[in-house]
């Protein structure tokens, strides 16, 4: 295998030393225009790329964000993580993104490879509810910021959504249509999201007078289409004793909830009306359009990455600045979407 070329290798056969190699790298002005351009000739020739770790380690200052979340293969997270690359960018920034696959291991694997790689700063979404992943992360002194999610026992700045309010808004439509047996298709019960949107459908069936057993749980191991159309399944096994209309913890569930209605030759909504949550953009786009709770994911990851810009511009957690920034978290409101998939009235 071919080694690297190097700024030795460009200082010699530009014919200049290694000073002036790293002047027209980083201070071109300061160059004179021939011996800059001989320099270039030989950059473009060899092939060679600056080593940008190289320059880190010299700066103390990495040029990289992390970003660990829970399921790529979710649009909402894709939806965070764009507007978190555009933050960045704005700044300069690049952004590493990495899927912990809603896995604890594969969680801690990713941040200490974020310490390793000692980047700038990192936004994540946790999948240790425990907490144990973050408290082994924080000794490192990297700056982190929650996205989607405000663990207890954490003061680190976050940014997520009233998912009580959404939660609420979903199961009072339902109510309102006339539904007075509802199912919850809720994902892992770990997961703090899953557990306060249930908190959010039970407070919407009291004010309606409706006791909790009014509200059918059915959890399921993870987030996605699979999940949805077991849960699907299960809800078909209930005959008669199915409840009239479902709500689900995330769009991808709703839309296997869906899929598994449509096999099985149940309409939607006449059937069973179906709620999901985070208004990804496969939902105006299902077989039956499908109402959901919308996140604005894109701006979660805007904000997030501009407060962890703003901590580490300040000096972060061992930087100059300690000590001046202040942690502060937002919550952003849901808002519902009314499509199709609920527009049954009973």
């Known amino acids: 295998m071919a080694q690297p070329v190097g700024i030795k290798d460009v200082a010699r056969a530009a014919g200049v030393s290694v000073g002036t190699v790293s002047n027209v790298i980083n201070r071109p002005d300061t160059v004179a225009t021939e011996t800059r351009a ?5 950059i473009d020739r060899l092939g060679y790329v600056r080593s940008e770790s190289a320059r880190q380690l010299r700066a103390g200052r990495s040029r990289i964000m992390g970003l660990l979340v829970l399921d790529m293969g979710n649009p909402f997270f894709v939806d965070v993580a764009r507007g978190a690359e555009r933050a960045a960018r704005d700044a300069g920034l690049g952004v590493m993104v990495c899927n912990s696959a809603e896995s604890v291991g594969e969680e ?3 941040l200490s490879l974020f310490a390793e790689q000692r980047v700038r700063g990192v936004l994540l ?9 973050i408290a082994s992360f924080r000794r490192h002194g990297i700056p982190f910021v929650l ?17 009580v309010a959404g939660g609420a808004l979903a199961v009072r ?11 919850y298709v809720s994902g892992p019960p770990g997961f703090t999201q899953v557990r306060d949107r249930r908190t959010g459908a039970l407070n919407a069936l009291a004010e309606a007078g409706l006791g909790p057993d009014s509200l059918r749980e059915l959890p399921t191991e993870r987030l996605d289409v699979a999940a949805g159309r077991d849960a699907g399944a299960r809800l078909l096994g209930l005959g008669d004793r ?5 709500f689900c913890a995330n769009d991808l569930l709703a839309l296997g909830v869906l899929q598994a209605m449509y096999a099985a030759g149940v309409k939607v909504p006449e059937d069973l009306a179906i709620v999901g949550y985070d208004d990804i953009e496969f939902a105006a786009a299902a077989a039956v359009p499908l109402t959901s709770v919308r996140q604005p994911a894109v701006i979660m990851g805007a904000l997030a990455a501009e ?3 703003e901590e580490t511009e300040e000096g972060g957690a061992t930087g100059a600045g300690a000590g001046r920034h202040e942690h502060r978290r937002v ?3 849901p808002e519902l979407v009314v499509r199709r998939s609920s527009l049954s009235a009973r």
């Open 38 to 42: 001989r320099v270039l000739s030989a």
């Open 108 to 110: 801690a694997e990713y």
């Open 125 to 133: 979404t946790p999948a240790d509810a425990t907490g144990r992943n």
């Open 147 to 163: 996205v989607d999610r405000v663990s207890e026992g954490t003061t680190e700045c976050s940014v997520s959504v009233d998912d």
């Open 173 to 183: 439509h339902l109510v309102d249509a006339g539904h007075r047996s509802i199912a």
């Open 242 to 246: 199915r409840p009239t209309a479902v």
């Open 307 to 309: 407060m962890l810009l």
């Open 331 to 333: 919550v952003l409101q």
